[in-house]
């Protein structure tokens, strides 16, 4: 036996074991994400460091930067969807979400119109076994607030005077228009309507329609 | 343990292109270490005279696939998470064929003009530098040719989806082909020998 095994060459030996190995595979049933087990003291981290939030600002360089590492999701009904929506985004109902067969190696945001629908949803999708799960923070309201109809500083700080001047770029991308501090206090903040649909030019279609290509692979 | 590490969040995008520094100068060296640094080693591929391109490539793939196999099997490696390139019939079989005919001409493909440019070979610098002629030229061209780009888009196929067969007889009748190509590889090599 030894001998026999020695008159082997390298290369005969390796392929005798790719070979066993083969054999053993066709047996394998590698978990394709069924069996989840959900860690609480995992899902209490998350929530407590706050890593799975996405501030609207960030949200907003990514839509700028045409990045598409990412899919948008959201969570509102047919009509308030149809009304407003945020460039990129695709419509999903939560009752919808576990069969939707959003896959699994990206990076989901959610959001809905404040923060409870996307926090469900968060969950859910976790629960699922979802790793890369986010919620918009504020969800719609605070993207109206931050970045459609940013409040400026008045009197500025050249350093908030720098801020103003791209929080209205930002404003100014996405069809909204920001607004001055002082005017706003004695008054609740005057919001015009939500902007039209018409998508400013360099923003990704909204997707499930054709999605860019991915920086990854090779 | 839970992988694929980045998914899990195991680092961040920017510790990531350190990671993915490293396992380039890896692959790198190992191409290098196949002798796919030199042209004259590539090409006779195709004159049927060396197949090494061919071992060395179906070795990494098997090597691969038995390994993400058996990670996947014992729980430490969730598939669904691994990134796989949509399949996009048409743009991909032409695509496949340029750089099957740059690779005859030139004698590199992308990663090895990459290595042999690192042992300071100036044929697969004219390659590198033509990377990125290439690339602002595709950019340039591309709202032209945006609509064969995603002509034929099927998304993501994997071989036991489109045959509909367990993924373990799948990964069986590779490893099947490529011990099959091995063995018929040699054959070929000796029968072209260049006499």
Redesign the interface.
């Known amino acids: 036996m030894r001998h026999w095994m020695s008159s082997l060459t390298l290369?005969q030996k390796l392929?005798a074991l790719?070979?066993v190995?083969?054999?053993v595979?066709?047996?394998?049933?590698?978990?394709?994400?069924g069996?989840v087990t959900i860690d609480p003291t995992d899902l209490a981290r998350i929530v407590e460091t706050e890593?799975d939030h996405v501030d609207p600002l960030d949200l907003a360089d990514w839509i700028m930067a045409g990045r598409a590492d990412y899919r948008l999701v959201d969570l509102r009904d047919e009509k308030a969807f149809g009304e407003y929506h945020i460039p990129g985004a695709q419509r999903l109902l939560i009752t919808d979400l576990p069969d939707a067969g959003l896959?699994?190696?990206e990076k989901i945001v959610l959001y809905s119109d404040g923060g409870i629908h996307s926090a469900q949803a968060w969950f859910l999708l976790k629960a699922k076994?979802y790793?890369?799960v986010y919620m918009l923070l504020g969800g719609l309201d605070a993207w109206r607030d931050e970045v459609l109809f940013p409040t400026l500083a008045k009197n500025p700080t050249p350093y908030q005077q720098q801020r103003n001047e791209k929080l209205t770029a930002i404003a100014r991308h996405f069809g909204g228009q920001p607004r001055s501090g002082a005017a706003d206090t004695e008054a609740a903040p005057q919001i015009a309507a939500m902007p039209k649909l018409e998508l400013p030019s360099g923003v990704a279609a909204p997707a499930g329609a054709?999605k860019k290509k991915?920086k990854?692979?090779c | 343990m839970n992988t694929p590490f980045y998914?899990?969040?195991a680092f961040g995008d920017e510790t990531s292109l350190v990671v993915a520094f490293v396992i380039g100068i890896g692959f790198g060296f190992f191409l290098e270490r196949a002798g796919f640094g030199s042209a004259r080693k590539l090409v006779s591929q195709f004159y049927l005279n060396d197949l090494a391109v061919f071992k060395v490539m179906f070795t990494a793939i098997?090597t691969a696939m038995?390994g993400t196999?058996?990670l996947?099997?014992m729980?430490v490696?969730?598939?669904?998470?691994?990134?796989?390139?949509p399949t996009v019939l048409w743009p991909q079989l032409v695509g496949g064929l340029v750089l099957g005919i740059g690779f005859v001409i030139g004698g590199y493909c992308p990663g090895t003009s990459v290595a042999s440019v690192a042992t300071g070979r100036l044929d697969g610098l004219a390659f590198v530098l033509g990377l990125p002629v290439g690339t602002l030229l595709f950019a340039e061209a591309f709202p032209w040719i945006r609509g064969f780009y995603?002509n034929g888009?099927v998304g993501?196929q994997t071989l036991p989806g489109v045959f509909d067969l367990?993924?373990?007889?799948v990964?069986?009748a590779?490893?099947?082909m490529?011990?099959g190509g091995?063995a018929g590889a040699s054959w070929i090599e000796k029968k072209f020998q260049p006499r």
Do not use: I, M
């Open positions: 290369n392929a790719a070979f190995l083969g054999v595979a066709v047996f394998a049933k590698p978990t394709g994400g069996a890593v896959p699994r190696n076994g790793t890369g054709a991915k990854e692979g | 998914k899990y969040g098997v038995l196999t058996y996947a099997w729980g490696l969730d598939l669904s998470l691994v990134y796989l390139t995603e888009s993501v367990p993924y373990g007889l990964v069986f590779v490893v099947l490529a011990l091995f």
